[in-house]
């Protein structure tokens, strides 16, 4: 006949140690200590150290982990927010190349660093950093004025910043004034966001300064959808300090995006609003039935002269985590400019006699656009290389109406003398650097 013992609790006779039994099993204080293994559903919180194996599943948090662990046979681990290295991991998309902001560190500045002076109606648009562009709508005419520029004011890790400064003061209650940035509808709905679908989230993060505190927003919307944005408030808290803004946009079932070349998201970082314009919509949800521009908390960023803002290191990406900003080389952020703006100089073009005075210029665009670009002159000096002599012209305007692809140009140019039949090379030193403007912005 078996034996046996019923005890409620052991207790080691310094009190440090306790193995406490009942009816739904034992539970143990202080340190324990399996010699030949320990076997059976362990439940409940473990505090202290843990040495030796552990097989079979672990749920609830392990907080603490030190030395060098290895954690072997795991096939997928299943969470919401992972950190690693004090670094937020994605929860989707890709590991690589999530950002799908063009030139988001503001590196590239192809029309030049500036500073250049936007006025509403006179000179707006993209003005210094490729990509963004400064927009002011009728009704806040030359009273406000901008100073835009690239900036090397910038957060650590980052060496440029989009920088804008008020030129001239104006309280009057109109019209609208933002940085925008476009996106191309095909980079959006090729992203792995599901736009119709509430449980699908894009993050917008950025680094921010200002000279001043205040509240500005930030508006989120599409071109192929009528009456559809996102406004999402932020607060400049401390003045002259960067802090780091982040907010996620989920999909919405009445949102419609074109898979094509054309402008399929749009974000806008609101500097004005007129209060007419702000049509009252609810921050951090999609407004559907009317378009609001900003909730009724935006401040005037032109309330005060020579107030200042900097603004850098914009990522979009899908997931609902802010992940640290993917840093790209220079030549691959000019690259993905290149496709909506490129500049070619006098040496990148070949020309050939149409009539004595009229050549044939051809050139190779340096990348493919994204439309066929609109051309501009830069320089009035044009020269190519003749037989031990350069044929120069200074016409502006084509003789005949050019010709663009997306891979070319080609156009007919006056003011030359005597041609020959003949090919003729480019001469960059008449040239003098940038000469034609291809643009294919959005």
Known sequence: MASEIRVNTFKNRSGLGTVSINDSGASFSGVVTATSGFSGD??????????????????????????????????????????????????AGPLSNRNIIINGAMQVAQRGTGPVTAVDNSNEGYLTVDRFDQRTTSGWGSTRTLSVQQSTTAPTGFSNSYHINVNATDATDAGLSYIRHRIEGQDIVNSGWDQTDPSSELTLSFYVRADHTATYCVTVLS?????????????????????????????????????????????????????????????????????????????????????????????????????????????????????????????????????????????????EMRIPPTVTRTNTSLGFQDVGSTQTSTNTTAAQATTQGVRYMAFDIAGFSNLADRSYGGADSHGNGAVFNCDAEL
């Open 42 to 91: 362990l439940t409940g919180n473990v505090a202290g150290n843990v040495t030796g194996n552990v097989t079979g599943n672990v749920t609830g948090n392990a907080t603490g982990l030190s030395g060098s662990p290895t954690l072997t046979g795991i096939t997928s681990i299943s969470t919401t927010n992972l950190t690693v290295n004090g670094n937020a991991y994605p929860n």
């Open 223 to 367: 071109d192929d959808t009528a009456n559809h944005s996102f406004v999402h408030e932020y607060t400049i808290a401390a003045a002259n300090t960067w802090q780091r803004v982040s907010f996620q946009i989920p999909g919405v079932s009445s949102l419609t995006i074109a898979n094509d070349n054309g402008n399929g998201f749009e974000i806008r970082w609101m500097l004005g609003v007129a209060s007419s314009l702000n049509l009252a919509p609810t921050a951090d949800v999609w407004n559907t039935s009317t378009f609001g521009h900003a909730t009724s908390n935006q401040d005037n960023f032109y309330d005060t002269l020579g107030n200042d803002l900097w603004i850098t290191g914009i990522q979009l990406e899908v997931g609902s985590v802010a992940t640290p900003f993917e840093h790209r080389s220079y030549g691959d952020q000019l690259a993905k400019c290149q496709r909506y703006f490129q500049q070619l100089s006098n040496c990148e073009l070949v020309g050939s006699k149409n009539t004595l005075t009229r050549m044939r210029i051809s050139g190779k665009l340096i990348t």
